[in-house]
């Protein structure tokens, strides 16, 4: 394993203390507990939005900490979720009389996490609202299963919902909105190479140098099937095909494109698989209405893309253009 | 290794007049337990690395560790209640374990200790109340049903047992006894199922043949309490 690091077990610490350092000016970072927290927080009357999730997704959920955005942000050990008295203590130093918004990634260990702190908040008088996003269509949704994994379209809801905050609406209506995002976002993944856990030290699942995953989760998780390594038109089109099937979208739906990369993929190949995207959409009637592309939730040195299609009406997409800023995020502002 | 449960319900004697469960005897079974973890951490996160994601060995030592430092900063306080000795291990293991058996073993350690109350000891038929209230409380936080292959399939046939043997009256270390019994084949009983919750339930039919590593840590848990919990009682 071939990484920049000091020890593994200090990697999460050590990261924070570079955020800390790099960004004192808009964030405050504090440990045991471990929460990022925007710099203006509380603000009075207004909507604290708190997300969180295991660390190795960067910029997610840290680099959206900040106005326009999220209010904290809880960063677990990697790939682990963050325990309640982090979200707790988060959800405690944002709150701004408003009420807290919990926006939590479908898996099994941060849904409970998320569960625990927010009963514990409610204890303390806080209003809390939850909101599980589950987006990726790769993974059966079904009764027999813990249900969809959270994954790209979990960027689009906390730009969204963190618009809506600051316009000062009230915590149900962009607990709402937050599930609306949800409901019409989809998304599937694919991986060239494994990532590497740093406490793990090798790679978590072993790919061919001709394979690649279709339906990869952001944990490394197994996706739908794994096939010959194909060009960047095929392998769009196969996550497109399933993620438009699912909605299923309709010619003359206006859309946010969403491609997305993984942590180890260059931004031309990501390009590459815009434009691909982009004539694929046209082709089917689809008019994209806004883009973003770039590495937002990654699986830390993973090679692959993931696409995130959001349907979006007049008010997603104004919140969209709504200004963000952010270190992972940035505009209008 | 894990060591194959001793004989306990043998003759199932009748409870002994005045046999209780006493907060020195919970903190001997935390501290067995945390070093039955230890000892079977790598066992429990192969089992866990076949239908999930190879962390449960690892995350529940760091919680028993957690739990050993907390015991020692407690003490043996003299007016100490179990009830709250309980709660705190349950805090401990929520803010130190993460994943989903943070909040399942901490629920269950919270509301076990909530039911306790401020007693300094504790009947079995007491304690039997309390391992039935943690249990539904972990139920309740991970929604899991019989037969989904977790915990609960190891936890419920614990928990009957246990009532079972207050109620006709059986001896503590009976009682146990059996409830670790009924924990061993309810783990054993989740190997050919089909997960339904957590992550082995995105493999469907591929998690058939595989013990449930939830399941194996509760039969840990409550095999250590057969063994510490009655120490110095007539079996």
Redesign the interface.
């Known amino acids: 394993m071939k990484k920049l690091i000091n020890r593994p077990e200090d990697a999460v610490k050590d990261e924070l203390a570079g955020v800390a350092a790099a960004h004192a000016d808009r964030l405050r970072v504090y440990t045991e ?1 471990d929460y990022i927290v925007r710099v203006e927080a509380p603000i009075r009357g207004k909507v604290a939005i708190v997300s969180g999730g295991g660390s190795g997704h960067e910029p997610l959920h840290g680099g959206f900490v900040g106005r326009g955005m999220l209010d904290a942000a809880c960063p ?2 990697v ?7 982090q979200v707790l203590a988060a959800t405690k130093a944002v709150d701004g009389g408003a009420g807290v918004l919990h926006i939590v990634k479908n ?3 941060d849904v ?2 998320f ?2 702190a927010a009963d514990l908040a409610r204890d303390e008088g806080i209003a809390v609202e939850s909101v599980v996003i589950a987006d990726d269509v790769a ?2 949704d079904s ?4 249900g969809r994994r959270g994954v790209g379209t979990t960027v689009l809801a906390e730009k969204i919902c963190g618009a809506a905050a600051e316009l000062r609406r009230p915590l149900a209506d962009v607990a709402e909105l937050c599930r609306r995002v949800n409901a019409n976002g989809r998304s599937m993944g694919m991986a060239l190479t494994s990532c590497t856990v740093p406490m ?1 030290g090798k790679p978590t699942f072993e790919l061919g140098p001709d394979e690649i995953e279709i339906g990869v989760g952001i ?1 490394g ?2 996706g739908r099937e794994r096939r010959p390594v194909a060009s960047a038109h095929d392998v769009v089109e196969t996550l497109v095909t399933a993620i438009l099937d699912d909605l299923p979208f309709a010619r003359g739906d206006r859309v946010l494109a969403f491609v997305n990369g993984m942590g180890g993929t260059p931004l031309m190949e990501l390009y590459v698989v815009y434009g691909e995207l982009h004539r694929l959409l046209e082709s089917r009637g689809i008019v994209v209405a806004r883009n973003l592309i770039g590495s937002y939730i990654t699986s830390l040195d993973m090679a692959g893309c993931s696409i995130t299609l959001l349907r979006l009406d007049d008010e997603l997409a104004a919140l969209w253009d709504a200004p963000v800023v952010t270190t992972g995020l940035r505009w209008g502002a | 290794m894990i060591a194959v449960a001793p004989d306990t319900d043998a003759g199932a004697k009748t409870a002994a007049r005045g046999e209780v469960i006493t907060r020195p005897a919970v903190v001997a079974w935390l501290r067995a337990f945390a070093a039955v973890v230890a000892r079977d951490r790598e066992l429990l996160t192969e089992l866990d690395a076949a239908i999930g994601d190879a962390d449960h060995g690892i995350n529940m030592d760091r919680g028993m560790q957690a739990v050993l430092v907390k015991l020692d900063e407690l003490g043996e306080p003299a007016d100490g209640s179990v009830g709250a000795l309980l709660k705190a291990v349950g805090m401990t293991l929520v803010s130190s374990v993460g994943g989903a058996a943070g909040p399942l073993y901490g629920t269950l350690f919270l509301q076990m200790g909530s039911a306790a109350g401020q007693a300094s000891e504790l009947t079995l038929a007491e304690w039997a109340s309390a391992v039935a209230a943690g249990v539904a409380g972990a139920q309740a936080r991970g929604q899991a049903e019989l037969q989904d292959k977790t915990m609960i399939d190891a936890l419920l046939p614990a928990v009957a047992a246990l009532r079972a043997g207050a109620a006709s009256g059986l001896s503590l270390a009976a009682a146990l006894g059996r409830s670790a019994e009924a924990a061993r084949q309810g783990m054993k009983a989740t190997v050919p199922l089909v997960a339904r919750k957590g992550r082995a339930s995105y493999l469907g039919q591929r998690s058939a043949g595989h013990q449930d590593p939830g399941a194996t840590s509760s039969w840990l848990l409550l095999e250590t309490a057969a063994i510490s919990l009655s120490a110095g009682t007539v079996p």
């Open positions: 507990p677990g050990a790939f682990t979720s963050p325990t309640p008295d898996y099994t260990g409970m996490n569960e625990m993974v059966q009764l027999y299963t813990a793990v944990h998780e197994p």
